[in-house]
């Protein structure tokens, strides 16, 4: 965490949590795509299981205003803060935490799960978005250049295209054929449901930020309509992984889910 983000988090845990917390995303409708969707939702899950009140705040340039120009990020009193792990770091300085009553070697097990799916799911939904060429024509394209005119919407697309590309090779994922990649899906997928084993939760009857994570994530991908439905299919011969998703929907969402 930059040092700046990190005075922030410690200075913000002096004050309790406040009443008009802001969650700033791109707008759902036309313009947010898969990775950020399901961070933003992840971001979401987390808060509303902590019990803290926030309401989203769709902007355009969401992206462009985020400290780490990643979203979403929070504004709370005086404080902005943004992605997952800082919000998480944010919250526990004010005294409230989902992982106060895990030991040690448990908190290493649930870090290495969400480093899995930042490394693995995260990555895979960059590379459908950006580098599977229906998908970028018939989503990717439109979605992210939505809130541009023409011209400007072609070079920004061009721009951002350029620099998901440059993570990828970085990555040593650009050069996967789609199918490694689909099977790279499978295999965090196999490995979530065999650490989840028929709990509710990854660690017994309590949601933690790991959660939160997995639920954004596959709900995503469940309901993001793609001309692609493979990461979707993936998902969906996971049962625990389902029901995992149906209960933290059904719990802190209040709505049914149907797949």
Not at 194 to 200: E, F, P, T
Request: net charge negative; glycine share 4%.
């Amino acid at each position: 965490m930059p040092l700046i983000d990190k005075i922030s988090v410690e200075l913000g845990a002096q004050e309790p949590w406040p009443k008009d917390v802001k969650l700033y995303q791109p707008y759902e409708v036309e313009q947010i795509l898969l990775p950020d969707n399901a961070n933003c939702l992840a971001v979401q899950a987390f808060l509303k299981m902590c019990h803290l009140d926030f309401q989203v705040e769709p902007r355009p340039n969401a992206e462009a205003m985020s400290p780490t120009l990643k979203v979403p990020f929070i504004k709370a009193g005086r404080f902005v803060t943004a992605e997952l792990e800082g919000i998480v770091q944010f919250v526990n300085g004010k005294g409230i935490s989902l992982t106060d009553k895990l030991d040690n070697e448990q908190k290493a097990d649930m870090r290495a799960y969400m480093s899995l799916i930042h490394s693995v799911i995260e990555v895979a939904e960059l590379y459908i978005c950006w580098v599977d060429k229906e998908t970028y024509n018939e989503v990717t394209s439109i979605r992210n250049g939505s809130i541009y005119p023409w011209p400007l919407n072609y070079i920004q697309n061009f721009a951002k295209r350029n620099q998901v590309i440059k993570k990828l090779k970085a990555l040593e994922w650009y050069n996967k054929s789609i199918e490694e990649v689909f099977q790279e899906v499978e295999n965090c997928c196999e490995a979530l449901s065999i650490r989840l084993d028929g709990k509710n939760y990854f660690f017994e009857d309590n949601p933690t930020e790991l959660d939160a994570l997995v639920f954004g994530h596959l709900f995503t991908i469940l309901t993001t309509p793609l001309p692609k439905s493979d990461l979707a299919n993936i998902v969906r011969q996971h049962p625990q992984l389902i029901n995992l998703v149906q209960r933290i929907e059904k719990e802190y969402f209040k709505k049914e889910t149907r797949h």
